[in-house]
């Protein structure tokens, strides 16, 4: 089933989505977990059916393979996609083009969920599903029906460019430029600690295409293939590293003008748009990794003999 399209149909479909998902053979209890500590107290059913989904398929499709993805530095692009079939990479996307048009709760809810299984897998797929929102919400019909579908199946992978190595917490004064020249962008600069960087298949950039403050910040999208693009070495990490991070490097980019997101000077809104529901994105990726290890305290803790008695 494509829980996408139950989401996108009516609340009463995502209900008996949710009756389904809590009989099916999916195991709930996986890999020893308890769900005792499942957040279902102030969840409507709809929001319950959301958790339970997205939980078995974390227990089932993520945590027994999350230590081998860390340790071999594997990028699980297979499981990513099994979950976009369950309408994970589309989350708050509309529904003409394959969005599960969840909205801002919802999301939080799946990405806790999902992260019990694991965080940094999450964190990629939260990303991923904000750049799609980005291109649904600000881009034109053309932008929305090219990209929106291939990002909802994963048949493509997206990033978000924003922060350099300058211009961090200061993201408005990011140095990268864009000149228009005819029909075309040309790109200068670099992106640092791009989550999907080297990998992804478009990479929304942030780039100066005017004034030296904010609104001079326009929003344009670059193709892996486009010529001038290329990446800095893998960055070594401590954990997280089942999502590659690089830096995303510009020289004399060129891309179609047409790539522009919304209107020259958008970029900044745009870009602080989908931060303001990236942030509460990781923030539900945290929670669920602080789920899984209260969860697992509680399980080693009741089985845990000292002095000749349970601890518990």
Known sequence: MNFGKLVSSSSRLLASRAVNARSSSLNLHARGFKTDSAPLIGLDEDMQGVWDTAYSFAQN???????????????????????????????????????????RVGAAVAFE???????STTAYISIHNMCNWMIDTFGNEDQRAHWVPQLST?????????????????????????????DEYILNGTKAFI?????????LIMCRTGAQDASGISCIMVEKDAPGLSFGKKEEKLGWNSQPTRQ??????????TNLIGKEGDGFKIAMKGLDGGRINIGACSLGAAHACLDTTIDYVKDREQFGKLKL
């Open 61 to 103: 499709e993520m945590l027994p393979k999350a230590k081998e993805w860390d340790e071999k530095e594997i990028f699980p692009v297979e499981t990513m996609k099994a979950a976009a079939e369950l309408g994970f990479a589309a989350i708050y996307c509309k529904g003409d083009y394959g969005g599960s048009e969840l909205g």
């Open 113 to 119: 969920a999902l992260s019990t299984g694991c965080t």
């Open 154 to 182: 994963m048949e493509k992978f997206a990033s978000y460019c924003l922060t350099e190595p300058g211009a961090g917490s200061d993201a408005a004064s990011l140095r990268t430029s864009a000149k228009k020249e005819g």
């Open 195 to 203: 989550s999907g960087g080297g990998f992804s298949d478009v990479y």
């Open 248 to 257: 995303v490097i510009m020289e004399d980019c060129r891309v179609p003008a």
